[in-house]
């Protein structure tokens, strides 16, 4: 039984792939043949078929070889430069007798895949061009990180987010592609968040990149899994490494609404809009805690027969004003209502609330509602 096997073994190599190739004179034709016995080729015989299917791939890419050396960017077949360097260098992987020589020869050529990965539309190309690079660079290579870029951005429109991600983060060293990098590198990650353990990890994701610069999305995350110490002691770090971080105040204030703690959250989006009276977004978030401060305050001091008393009722009326103003200032930063588009909705509630009609109707034409 072992004899037949090893007769097997040994009927199945081909140390004369190599001829067999050359004889093809067409690189496609000679893929073929090898890709067919490829499992039962030695190493050996592997580096010589190699050997054979680059002096083939190198002489269709020759032509367009020379346009790259005369500077001319017309008319080039980046497949077939591509074939050419991709088949060097498993020449040297199988280590081929002429595995030295077509490297050599064929490396100075490899920038023009970062030019063809750039210049397609195709996520594949782009994909095939830019791993040939960065499979293929130096640890010097300078432009390994675009490469790597290309290869993330393709990987991402494909919906080949693991990969995506990969590529991507390896990107991040490159400054010219830094923050494009960045992008596909997070929003790859997100679409794998599944688990709490997920969400964790991606926070610490985000706290390596610039925990600054997604401070919201860090004590969003944090806020949704549970962790609002988590949250409290980044603002409180935020705040104490600069006291006028409106950003801290304004994330407090949310959460501290969230929670219905409404004077607590009216203080902090007064101090965010104090910093920058600008902020829009903290007036009008304060107009919104203003309003259901007030309507909370209303259904509480309504019995059940619909009867508010007095003092109550100027105190609700007090504090939906105290909204309104808020609200105004929104409508003098946002005249078109065209940053937040239902300010002017929110306001005409309010007016009717409290028995201002005449204003209420305004806003209604404005609107174009009546």
Sequence with gaps: MLAVLAATASFAQNPKIGKEIKATKDYAAGKAIFDSQFANLTDEDKGKAYDELYKLAKEKADPSLALLSAGNMEGIDYKAILTAIETAYNCDKYASKDAKKNV??????????????????????????????????????????????????????????????????????????????????????????????????????????????????????????????????????????????????FTRGSINNTKRQYDAAMTDFKKAAEIDPAFIQAWFNLGVCASQKGFDLNEKYTDKNGRIPTDKAAEVTAVLKEAITYYEKVRELDPNHEQISNWPMQLRMLYNAVGEKAKADEISKMLGDI
């Design 104 to 249: 050599e020869e064929i490396a100075p050529f490899r920038p023009a895949l970062i030019n063809a990965a750039n210049s397609t539309n195709d996520d594949a190309e782009k994909l095939a061009y830019s791993l040939c690079y960065a499979n293929t660079a130096k640890a010097d290579d300078a432009n390994a990180g675009l490469a790597y870029y290309f290869a993330g951005y393709a990987s991402y429109q494909t919906k080949d987010f693991v990969n995506a991600a990969k590529y991507a983060k390896q990107a991040l060293s490159d400054d010219r592609v830094k923050e494009q990098a960045e992008q596909v590198y997070r929003v790859s990650l997100e679409q794998g968040l599944k688990t709490r353990e997920d969400s964790l990890n991606y926070v610490n994701v985000l706290k390596e990149l610039n925990v600054d610069k997604y401070f919201v999305q860090i004590c969003g995350i944090y806020q949704e899994v549970g962790q609002e110490e988590q949250v409290n002691t980044l603002v409180d770090e935020a705040l104490a490494k600069n006291p006028n971080n409106k950003v801290a105040y």
